[in-house]
């Protein structure tokens, strides 16, 4: 089937699935909604980051996608029960991939997960992760200043590490910790700065090729995979202002054959 993949993020974070789509399904046409202008989630209500969702869902089903992925830890933990539920379509988040991904990962069964205020406060990753494994321990931590950080195109340096270093200071005291879960889509743009403050004792997972390999494992499930081999042209779409949106767009995808459009927020009410 040559109908798109549709991929949805509180803003450029999901691009860092987007990215592992690509290389693992080169033949899927993907159409990538951000929602920049309202990012970031993680400090929002429950009932916001639904309605949010469901906006952005009902765009990307009106170009006929045939599969949703929610390439947002906040969206995925609040919505994906209903999303699944009412959609005729398969849909996937980010947190079950990333679980699996950290427990074959941790051989002291110490596992951190940071994220934004939602995600944590949701408890989302501890509740997936003590479905495969009920005795290990987790620490958490809200990091409400990575969004914001990665939005804006800071990505490394000495403003970038300075930031994660006062951010992680807590969980770095838990010396039983070998592996990081990267509980935000957003995060993996700053995988280097993090690594470099953690350590390298330490594993740091993106849940990014879990969810590709998950992706590919239902497209054939269910029959729907594109065969066509012709090289497919991916849209990006983001809400807000597109200058940093294709800066870091650019960055991610040299040589892709995509083309970056723009969508009011205000506009998705009226899908």
Partial sequence: MEQPIGVIDSGVGGLTVVHELMRQLPKEPL???????????????EEEVKQFTWEMVRFLLKKNIKMLVIACNTATAFTIKDLQEKLDIPVIGVIKPGARAAIKSTESDYIGIIG?????????????LWQIKSDIDLISLACPRFVPMV???ILDGPEAKQIVETTLMPILEHKKMDTLILGC?????????????????????SSSEETARETSTTLDIHQIANESDRMP?????????????????????????FEVLTIKHADLHNV
């Fill in 233 to 257: 042209l991916h849209q990006f779409y983001a809400t807000g202002d597109l200058q940093i949106f294709i800066e870091i767009t650019q960055k991610i995808f040299k040589d892709s054959n």
């Fill in 185 to 205: 889509t957003h995060y993996p743009l700053l995988k280097d700065t993090i690594q470099e403050v953690v350590g390298k004792q330490i594993t740091v997972i």
């Fill in 116 to 128: 934004t205020e939602g995600t944590v406060r949701s408890e989302a990753y501890s509740y997936a």
């Fill in 151 to 153: 939005e804006k195109g």
């Fill in 31 to 45: 159409i990538y909604l951000g929602d920049t202008e309202r990012c970031p989630y993680g400090s929002r209500t």
